[in-house]
């Protein structure tokens, strides 16, 4: 079993709707980070989070340290968005464990 | 500048070449990473370098060579590749790597292609 498990891990959904995808990990950590990976570029952190909730535009992450698991929400989708999310865990050193990705399709 | 620039993009290489990806960062991040990534996995560790020295070596077989030559500047260097070695090869920096604590934010490359043939 990984260390690091998303749901799921494909996901299309149509422009506006509301998407949710799930991380849960079973090491303690001291960090969570959200990235995305569009196909065939490189990686963009989207959150650092340790704690509590994050907003930046139409994307909020949250952090449950006690239950082991993170969301990351995109409201109002849009075809942009598509792309690979990525959730990965650190533990005492910034060396990252990567969850398997969720690949998202918005379609317009 | 929050930018980890990766050179070239794309690298074509035979099996008895030598080639040398690039990295480089001005953040002043004293941790720089490279990660291997095959289609649709996640991306694997191979080489951590922290304040110039090298911390990790996740094992990597020895075709494959790091270097650091300073702290904004990470090389890797390729020699005798198998078509197998083909993937996206990924640098990473971030501002320390024994942190200890919540961590610091990692910044990622564009990535470099490698097709060996």
């Known amino acids: 079993k990984n260390e690091v498990e998303q749901s799921p891990q494909n996901l299309t959904a149509q422009e506006g709707e509301f998407i949710t995808i799930n991380c849960s990990y079973s090491?303690?950590?001291?960090?969570l980070h959200w990235l995305q990976q569009h196909p065939g570029g490189g990686i963009v952190s989207l959150f650092m989070?340790?704690?509590g909730k994050k907003k930046h535009g139409r994307l909020i992450a949250t952090i449950n340290i006690q239950e082991k698991h993170s969301s990351l929400h995109i409201t109002a989708s849009h075809p942009r968005d598509s792309a690979v999310y990525i959730c990965?865990?650190?533990?005492?050193?910034?060396?990252?464990?990567f969850g398997t990705g969720t690949r998202l399709q918005v379609f317009p | 500048d929050t930018e980890v620039t990766q050179t070239p993009k794309h690298l074509v290489m035979g099996m008895t070449n030598k080639k040398s990806l690039k990295c480089e960062q001005h953040?002043?991040?004293?941790?720089m990473y490279w990660y291997k990534q095959k289609a649709k996995k996640p991306p694997e560790l191979m080489f951590v370098?922290?304040?110039?020295?090298?911390?990790i070596n996740e094992s990597v077989p020895s075709r494959f060579s790091p270097e650091c030559p300073n702290s904004s500047l990470l090389n890797l260097h390729l020699h005798a590749l198998q078509p197998e070695d083909s993937a996206l090869y990924l640098c990473?920096?971030?501002?320390?790597?024994?942190?200890?604590?919540?961590?610091?934010?990692?910044?990622f490359g564009q990535g470099t292609r490698l097709t060996v043939v």
């Open positions: 990473a920096s971030s501002q320390e790597f024994l942190g200890g604590g919540p961590g610091t934010e990692a910044f």
């Open positions: 090491v303690g950590i001291s960090a």
């Open positions: 989070l340790s704690s």
């Open positions: 990965a865990v650190k533990r005492d050193t910034d060396k990252l464990i």
């Open positions: 953040m002043g991040h004293r941790a």
């Open positions: 370098y922290s304040y110039e020295k090298l911390s």
